[in-house]
């Protein structure tokens, strides 16, 4: 079985900084892809950012030059270092990650975690 925990979620205001964590555990042969989606209430999922195995990142157009995405390969986890944050930048957060498992190391499917909230106030 396998998890994705996020953490680093909060309340901040407006042009503060924040930086959210997801660590993946479980029964993992690779990672392939590791992302960032966010979901405002009455909106969609959409990706903020994501990055390769190899440490290539895309962003979201609104988010470029503000947010960060990294990665650490040998401790499964990604991370998102969010700077001049603006009250639209509030949603709930959730880490993605495209894996396969050690029992089925061809097979690659999609985890999530379960979010975390992120709320800028102006």
């Known amino acids: 079985q396998v998890q994705l925990v996020e953490s680093g979620g909060g309340l901040v205001q407006a042009g503060g900084s924040l930086r959210l964590s997801c660590a993946a555990s479980?029964?993992?042969?690779?990672?392939?892809?590791m992302a960032w989606y966010r979901q405002a209430p009455g909106n969609e999922r959409v990706l903020v950012a994501e990055?390769?195995?190899?440490?290539?990142?895309n962003y979201a157009d609104s988010v470029k030059g503000r947010f960060t995405i990294s990665r650490d390969n040998a401790k499964n986890s990604v991370y998102l270092q969010m700077n001049s944050l603006k009250s639209e930048d509030t949603a709930a957060y959730y880490c993605n990650a495209n894996l396969a498992v050690i029992s089925s190391r061809s097979k690659w499917s999609a985890y999530w975690g379960q979010g975390t909230q992120v709320t800028v106030s102006s």
């Open positions: 479980g029964s993992i042969f690779s990672i392939d892809t």
């Open positions: 990055i390769t195995r190899g440490g290539i990142a």
